[in-house]
Structures are given as structure tokens and as C-alpha cells.
């Protein structure tokens, strides 16, 4: 298979290829991305999106059973023997119509790709199933990587799964929602704790990864963004093959972005797909790298030939004002995205545009996706947050058909929940207001009641509920 798929280096006066069977984070020539990528003219291709439909026959086979794997004529780069899989991928497209009233959209032209009905909680398994599979390929017993917690409770879910690999994740210090961190130890996951933030961690992971040759998951890895590609398939399916018009999604390090734009410009090449959707990317104002990069420096993909330099100086600036990213929505709170360049591409192929929300934004449009469905995490509600607001500019019509990737589970941040909408507890209270949030117009308080049936008779009553 080893031709047929290979990396290649991003960029375009370089484009130096290699081997699958390299555990490679960058190029080792010129240090741009790499791409995973394959020889189409060769591979079994499907005709058309719907023969995959009939791999859902034999879902009793755990490779059709995934939701990444039973796409994987589209990601063709590891022998069947060699996937990794525990089942990841069972995911919701809802038509949440009381979101789309609150998006400003019409009834039935908004969609939440609920992503957190992963095995972890989060769509991180898509990428995590991809990027352990090739893991086993190259040989690899330990696994690494740096995380907002996600990441590190996906690999942590993979290693206790399949007792295959040995893992250390790296967190930040103090910003980590519990839901997250108590994953990881839970799964037995050798947790270190650095005193820095993610940016700080993400430097680290890779400098221990090429010291000791352990395996690194984080979305540098080129692997794991081929399996993140089947919430493209998946959204697609869901839709019966029909392409919408927006996908919405937040941005940390990119790494959907970039996946996102690789799977639609694949799908169209290979003529499976008649066009491509507009892309939005949302980030939290407090974590905007990309936004005053993309909106306000222009800067663009450019034919892979972007302003590096003005790159290079924005991040000298940024390093100079000490500024570290701070948002509530803690998975998204990264000022360095390792994947911006993949997602200039994105964003060049798809129309894209970038914005930025603030907090309150983030969690008032978290409380309309609890009461309105599944729920989310902070940084997932980003994605009707940024649509709220395209729609308000007029960039997103309300007719126009639009898929919000809700990209982590309601349960992972509790305290961000319950400081909006109880306002008892002082801490939360405070953690809200330090971050601008002070209007909680969709709280749902609990109400204390004494302990007598009359009381709370009466209480009920008066509630009028
Ligand atoms: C990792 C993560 C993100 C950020 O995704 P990128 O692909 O790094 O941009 C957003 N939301 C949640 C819940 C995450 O876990
Ligand atoms: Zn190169």
C-alpha cells in the first residue's frame, strides 16, 4: 500500500514526499505541514457517496461499524489488519429548529453535527483512531501528545481500550475543565502536569516526542487529520450526499479547519461531490490568532506561497505583549493553531471567512444548544455563536442550509454550565465575570425549596411551569 498513499510536504517550491511508514510532524527538509496523500488514479475509489450507504449491512464488522473506517476508501493509507478502532464515530446530525431561531436562520436550514457523542466525549476520536492506527503501522508502544484536555482524554480512551499503547499526555496548568482532566487519570493515562498553558505544553510534547522517539497525536500529525475527514462523510451522509451551504466550526489549533478543506477538495476532485460549501471558522475573541491574521493582516493561503514574514511578526508581537490566549471556552483557548497554514488552504477553497466572539456570546448560545438538544462544551457553541452573528452581518442568508460542528460533549465543563445558570456559586460567578460575561439571559436557576410537600407544591405552582 506504501505508493499508493505518502506525505508530502505543504509547501509548494519544496514538496518533498515520503513514506507512510515515517512517524513525521513536519518536514524534515523545509519544517512546513505535511499531507497525507494518495495515488487516486490507483486506489478503488467509490463511484458514487451512496455505494458506502451499504457498508451499513454489515455493521456488525467493527471496520463498518466506524464511523470513520466505514469511509476508508477515502483515508486509504493503513492495511485493514493494522486499524485501530473502538467504535468511534456514532454521531448526530439534529435539525434544531429552536437554534436556528435564535441563529436568525429558518426553520429546518440549521444543523448541530453533535461530535461529542463520541466514545470520548469529543470528535477528537476521529482523529484519534486515525492517528493510532498508524501508530501500530510504524511499530510504535508509546504515544504522546499536549492537550486543552480533549486530546488527552481521547488518547487516554484509546490506550484503555486496547491496551496497545503506553501513553503521556501533557496538560496545561489550572485552565483544564475537570470533566477533561478526570478522563485522563481515570483512564490510567501517565498525566504531566506543566506549569505553562497549552502553548507552552504543545512546545514541550514535541521536543520530548523527537528526543524519545515517542509517538505524537497531536494534530501536526498529518494521520490524524485523514480520520477527522469522516465528519465531512458523515454530515454528507446525514444530508443524503447533499452539500450544504455553511460548515461552521470553531477554531484552536485548526485542526478540523484544515481536515475540513482537505476532505471536500478530495471529494470534488474525485467527483463526488459537485461543489464545495462555504467554510466559517469561529474563534473566541480571546484566542484570535486567525481572525487578525485572516480578517484584519489579510493574510491568505496564496498558492501555498503565504506571507510567512508577516506571520513570524505577528507572533513576535504577540510574544512581546505577553498576552496569553484566555477564553472560557477552554478547548479553544490557543494563540499559536500549529495547523494555520493547512487552514489558509481551507479557507481559500471554501470562500471562508473568520470571526470572533466574545465569551458571553460563546455561552449564551450554549444555553440555547442545551435547551434547544444535546447540549454542548464552551467552545463548541462558538459555531451558532459565529452563525448568529454571519447571519446578523448577512454573509449567511436565512434560507441558506448550515452545519454548526458541535465538537465536545455538554458534560466535559460543568462548572462553565452551572456558573451560567445556577449564580449561587460565588468561584463561577467570579471565573464568568473575569472573562465578560455578566447577563445570564437564558439562565435556568434552580430554585431552593424547603423540605415540605406544601412548600414545594406551592413552589411548583408559582413557577408556573
Ligand atoms: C480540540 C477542540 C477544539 C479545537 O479544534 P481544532 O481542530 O484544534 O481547531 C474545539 N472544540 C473542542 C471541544 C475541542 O476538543
Ligand atoms: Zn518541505
Keep these: 500500500m506504501s505508493d499508493l498513499a505518502y506525505q508530502k510536504c505543504l509547501s ?71 486499524i485501530v478502532t473502538i467504535g468511534e464515530g456514532q454521531t448526530i446530525l439534529q435539525d434544531a ?43 510504535a508502544k508509546h504515544a504522546a ?17 486496547t491496551r496497545q499503547f503506553k501513553v503521556i499526555v501533557f496538560v496545561g496548568s489550572g485552565k483544564i475543565a475537570y470533566g477533561k482532566l478526570s478522563q485522563a487519570l481515570d483512564y490510567g493515562a501517565h498525566t504531566l502536569q506543566i506549569q505553562g498553558d497549552f502553548d507552552d505544553a504543545m512546545l514541550q510534547v514535541q521536543a520530548v516526542c523527537k528526543e524519545s522517539k515517542i509517538y505524537l497525536c497531536n494534530s501536526l500529525n498529518p494521520f490524524r487529520l485523514e480520520g477527522q475527514k469522516a465528519i465531512i462523510f458523515r ?9 450544504p451551504d455553511w460548515i461552521v466550526v470553531p477554531g484552536g489549533n485548526l485542526g478540523n479547519s484544515s481536515s475540513f478543506g482537505k476532505a471536500l477538495l478530495e471529494l470534488k476532485q474525485l467527483g463526488l461531490i459537485p461543489r464545495l460549501p462555504r467554510l466559517a471558522i469561529i474563534n473566541a475573541q480571546g484566542a484570535n490568532t486567525l481572525y487578525q491574521l485572516y480578517e484584519e493582516h489579510g493574510l491568505r493561503w496564496n498558492g ?36 494555520l497554514t493547512k487552514a489558509l488552504r481551507s479557507l481559500d477553497a471554501c470562500d471562508g471567512v473568520v470571526r470572533e466572539v466574545t465569551d ?12 434547544g438538544g444535546f ?31 458541535l465538537t465536545g460533549h455538554q458534560l466535559k465543563d460543568p462548572d462553565a454550565t452551572v456558573g451560567y445558570h445556577s449564580g449561587h456559586d460565588p ?24 423540605n415540605q410537600l406544601d412548600q414545594i407544591l406551592k413552589a411548583i405552582r408559582d413557577s408556573g411551569r
Design 235 to 243: 454530515i454528507l451522509e446525514s444530508l443524503r450526499w447533499e452539500v
Design 304 to 339: 501555498g506561497r503565504f506571507d510567512q514574514p508577516l506571520i513570524d511578526k505577528f507572533y513576535v508581537e504577540l510574544e512581546a505583549s505577553g498576552a496569553k490566549a484566555d477564553t472560557l471556552a477552554t478547548a479553544i483557548q490557543i494563540n499559536r493553531p500549529v495547523n
Design 97 to 139: 429548529r429552536s437554534v436556528a431561531a435564535y441563529a436568525g436562520m429558518n426553520p429546518g436550514k440549521l444543523f448541530l453535527q453533535h461530535e461529542g457523542l463520541n466514545p470520548s466525549g469529543s470528535f477528537k476520536d476521529n482523529g484519534m483512531t486515525a492517528a493510532m492506527t498508524h501508530a501500530h503501522m510504524t511499530g
Design 12 to 82: 509548494p517550491d519544496c514538496a518533498a514526499t515520503y513514506s507512510v511508514d515515517e512517524p513525521l510532524t513536519g518536514c524534515p527538509k523545509c519544517g512546513a505541514l505535511l499531507d497525507v496523500t494518495y495515488d487516486w488514479d490507483r486506489l478503488p475509489v467509490p463511484k458514487s457517496l451512496r455505494e458506502i450507504e451499504a457498508r451499513w449491512g454489515r455493521r456488525n464488522e467493527p471496520l463498518e461499524f466506524s464511523g470513520v473506517w466505514r469511509f476508508r476508501q477515502l483515508l486509504p493509507f493503513a492495511p485493514d489488519n493494522k
Design 375 to 405: 447540549g454542548c462544551e464552551p467552545a463548541s457553541a462558538a459555531s451558532v455563536a459565529g452563525t448568529k452573528r454571519l447571519r446578523a452581518e448577512g454573509v449567511i442568508a436565512p434560507s441558506d442550509r448550515v452545519v454548526c460542528i
Design 145 to 161: 501528545c499536549a492537550s486543552t484536555g480533549n486530546t488527552s482524554a481521547s488518547l487516554a480512551i484509546y490506550a484503555s481500550s
Design 427 to 450: 468561584k463561577l460567578q467570579q471565573m464568568l465575570h473575569a472573562h465578560g460575561v455578566h447577563a445570564m439571559p437564558y439562565a435556568n436557576a434552580p430554585l431552593g425549596v424547603p
Design 360 to 371: 458571553q456570546e460563546i455561552l449564551d448560545a450554549k444555553a440555547q444548544v442545551g435547551a
